[in-house]
Antibody, heavy 123, light 107 residues
């Protein structure tokens, strides 16, 4: 059974930092490309960034709004992908989803989603 | 970034109705368009990838079509479990942008 179990969310003050974790099981994590997507309260879905597998070069891409503040990494020995959130702003308050990505007929899509973890940035 | 625009933003319909949601890309994305269903308190799940390919396990009442800049998601006969928010997403290029969502509500 495929699982993505997320942890690390919570309440954090503006300017603070937080690290989210996502532990994968049930699929070949080493070969997986993984993304993070968030949803602010009452808003739509926003792609944050993606890390490729090491076999594909391990490149990391970010959305412009978070490029200099968020860092994605992975530890294949632990089947875990991380999202480090820094210099947090109130507008970063959102549900954060870890996702196993896929290509289908040339289209890049978000195949399997974690349960989500809430990050609240507030003083 | 490629902008994705869905219409309508919300829609009221009855069980058994045929429903169509549209999605327009700001530039040509070939067939690289995906659709998701999102229910409150749950993670989104993919329905359709590459415009018209039904994800395994998704009921056949869901279908997708389109290419270039204009796409549609059709639900042929609404079921009670289909009331949710639907998002399109372009799978052509970074930043893999989503539409703003279409909330499908019970009439």
């Amino acid at each position: 059974e495929v699982q993505l179990v997320q942890s690390g969310g919570g309440l954090i003050e503006p300017g603070g930092s937080l690290r989210l974790s996502c532990v994968a099981s049930g699929f070949p994590f080493n070969d997986a490309w993984m993304s993070w997507v968030r949803q602010a309260p009452g808003k739509g879905l926003e792609w944050i960034g993606r890390i490729k597998s090491k076999a594909a070069g391990g490149a990391i891409d970010y959305a412009t709004p978070v490029k200099d503040r968020f860092t994605i990494s992975r530890d294949d020995s632990k089947n875990t992908v991380y999202l480090q959130l820094s210099s947090l702003k109130t507008e970063d308050t959102a549900m954060y989803y870890c996702i196993w990505d896929m290509y289908g007929s040339g289209s890049y899509y978000f195949y399997f989603w974690g349960q989500g973890i809430l990050v609240t940035v507030s003083s | 970034d490629i902008q994705m625009t869905q219409s309508p933003s919300s829609l009221s319909a009855s069980v058994g109705d045929r429903v169509t949601i549209t999605c327009r890309a700001s530039q040509n994305i070939n067939i690289y368009l995906n659709w998701y269903q999102h229910k409150p308190g749950k993670a989104p799940n993919v329905l359709i990838y590459a415009a018209s390919n039904l994800q395994s396990g998704v009921p056949s009442r869901f279908s997708g079509s389109g290419s270039g800049t204009d796409f549609t998601l059709t639900i042929s006969s609404l079921q009670p479990e289909d009331f949710a928010t639907y998002y399109c997403q372009q799978g052509s290029s970074i930043s893999y942008t989503f539409g703003q969502g279409t909330k499908l509500e019970i009439k």
